[in-house]
């Protein structure tokens, strides 16, 4: 299996990885990759870029997301896709964590973008909102 997983430091940073990992690997469409998994997206720049990036070279894409983007307070202890996001978010970390998932989505539905969401698997993917 061939994975990428794009995660480090805050320190780092989405952009100085991103040119890391190209600088790294022959990324063309011949070296397709099984799983990359995305720890760094934070912003819409970042979603938009990944789907240039990655759009042709890999089978599954997974964003990591947070727990952050739920309405709170949580009226359950576990969230999943059905779970309502707080669109009117001030916390400007949770907004920008949902418009990267309707970003995905939205690529997902136009152009078959192979984002990995829980709402789209057959098995009911749990989130641990409150330890209890």
């Not at 790294?24 to 990759?33: Q, T």
């Not at 799983?35 to 990944?50: G, N, Q, R, T």
């Not at 576990?78 to 990267?100: H, M, P, V």
Request: net charge positive; aromatic share 12%; proline share 5%.
């Amino acid at each position: 299996m061939k994975l990428i997983l794009i995660a480090g430091p805050p320190s780092v940073g989405k952009t100085s990885l991103t040119k890391q990992i190209l600088n790294s690997v022959e990324f063309n469409e011949y070296n397709k990759f099984d799983v990359i998994v995305d720890f760094l997206c934070y912003k819409p720049e970042h979603a938009h870029a990944d789907i240039e990036l990655f759009n042709k070279m890999t089978n599954h894409f997974i964003f990591i997301s947070s727990t952050a983007v739920y309405k709170r307070p949580y009226k359950e202890i576990f969230a999943n896709e059905t779970s309502q996001l707080d669109r009117n978010t001030t916390w400007g970390y949770a907004y920008n964590k949902i418009q990267c998932e309707e970003i995905f989505k939205d690529a997902y539905k136009n152009i078959g973008f192979p984002m990995v969401d829980g709402g789209l698997c057959k098995k009911e993917i749990k989130i641990l909102l409150n330890r209890p």
